[in-house]
């Protein structure tokens, strides 16, 4: 079995090409890094090693790679043949790669008309259904009638913390031990494929915002105001009791919504929460704040991991949001001279002050509650310091 994976980084290689060797594929990566490539392609194998007291290092073979700056026609080809496509590039690259893509859905359908299924494995909500309208785009309607039969975007969560890697073997990768891989069946085409680790259902929206508002906003919290409180990595700001208490705090807000939307039981999200914290505080793995916060605009989107639990707990719950609206101060405050996005956003800030960069970023207006609420906590952070 033959799979495509767009973007050979940190859960490329550390979490999809891992489970997709260990379920006997042979993959293709397609990614824009040369030296990855070159690595790929000159030893095709790597290690991932599992971050815990054994330190277990697996083999993943049975790789190689394309360099899809160079030779966008070997990348059209590999998908025009393959048994699956995947991606871990980013929400913001998806638009980027949907080009290749759709050429490689024409090249499929001119030599061999043979269904296939393409995931995003993105941390967010419809990652699979943003990287279909975006390759539709790019096709003419009779293409798009025809594609829609048989090529399917099925939507995915995705879940492992993998660091920024610190190795000097350019593949080796480093991740937790835990993952959780979860892709809606309504939408495939081609058929279930047998994935070890990867797990089908019939309704994704509780499993994905389930992660996404806990995982994801759990670790934004402490990211945002760690990096507020001027702590440089994850260990040292989940030390902080300061800290703690306030991502406590902000995935029970969350928590309650999740509990109000898809009926979990109060008690085994609590512990689903308390799972989550002992992941974050996993003394092997070693984290950057930088890189939990990276990209702060697309983190403070309307559908993103801190506005829209904080905009549900007042809708759903009719309180506010305290913790999550600390923590949307502390975000809008983010600086990281290396990051595009804080960058951007500390200019918008500049230029439009506070008020304004929230509702640019968030969707949120004037009147919505959450604008007051979130207004309300800079000077509350301010004395955490
Ligand atoms: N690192 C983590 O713990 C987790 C990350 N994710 C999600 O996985 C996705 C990838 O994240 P990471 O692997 O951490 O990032 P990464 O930066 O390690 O990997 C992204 C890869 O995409 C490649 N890329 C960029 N532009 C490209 C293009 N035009 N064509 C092909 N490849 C391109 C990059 O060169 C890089 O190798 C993101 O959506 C992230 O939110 C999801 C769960 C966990
Ligand atoms: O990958 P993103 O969306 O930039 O955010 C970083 C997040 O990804 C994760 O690595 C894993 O879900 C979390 O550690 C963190 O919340």
Redo the contacts with the bound molecule.
Sequence with gaps: MRAVH???????RGFIGLLLHQSGFHTMF????KT?IDALNERKSYKVTLSDENSEQLPVENVKGIN?GEHPDAAIQAIADADIVTT????T?LP??ADLIAKGLQQRYQQNKKPLDLIA????IGGSSLLKEKVFEKLSEAEQRSFEALFGFPNAA??????NQVNEDVLAVSVEPYYEWVVDESQLKAGKLNIEGLTYVSDLAPYIERKLFTVNTGHAVVAYLGAYLGYKTIKEAIDSPQVEALLQGALEESGAVLVEQYGFGPEEHKSYIQKIIHRFKNPYVSDEVNRVGRAPLRKLGPNDRLIRPASLYLQLLEKEPEHLSKTIAAALQYQDQGDEEAVKLQSLVQEKGYKETLFEVSGLKEGDKLVESVLKQFPEIEKLK
């Design positions: 767009f973007g050979a980084g940190n859960i490329g397609v990614d824009v890094n990855v899809s871990a590039v980013g929400p690259i980027i790669i494995c993105e941390n967010m995705v879940d492992r913390i993998v660091p």
